[in-house]
């Protein structure tokens, strides 16, 4: 089981990235999923996470108005689209899979993809 996460990069304050997050050897219509991402020196932290059908989802507060996450099951692959991107936004971020309810504690995900970088600079 494998999650590839891809878009990551640089980008300017104020910008926009959308993140994919693809499954490889498991069909991702059976799992919530959900982001997090984990500044320098510190844990990792719930961005947003969504449901198995994409009917529900949530955010953490400094994303709402922010970021919107979805999916398309039938290409297996759940995105997260960040918008006005801010320098304390920089980190690696991941994606992760879990049966059950929408949750934003890490510890509760049982799947995870690599993780990628995410830098906010001018």
């Known amino acids: 089981l494998q999650l590839v996460e891809s878009g990551g990069g640089l980008v300017q304050p104020g910008g926009s990235l959308r993140r994919s997050c693809t499954a490889s050897?498991?069909?991702?219509?059976?799992?919530?999923i959900g982001w997090f991402g984990e500044a320098q020196g510190k844990g990792s932290e719930g961005v947003a996470c969504?449901?198995?059908?994409?009917?529900?989802?949530s955010y953490t507060d400094s994303m709402k108005g922010r970021a919107t996450i979805s999916r398309d099951n039938a290409k297996n692959t759940v995105y997260l689209q960040m918008n006005n991107l801010k320098p304390e936004d920089t980190g690696i971020y991941y994606c992760?899979?879990?049966?059950?309810?929408?949750?934003?504690?890490?510890?509760?995900?049982?799947?995870w993809g690599q993780g990628t970088q995410v830098t906010v600079s001018s």
């Open positions: 992760a899979a879990r049966v059950g309810r929408l949750t934003m504690r890490p510890g509760a995900y049982d799947y």
């Open positions: 969504i449901g198995s059908t994409g009917g529900t989802s």
């Open positions: 050897g498991f069909t991702l219509a059976n799992y919530v």
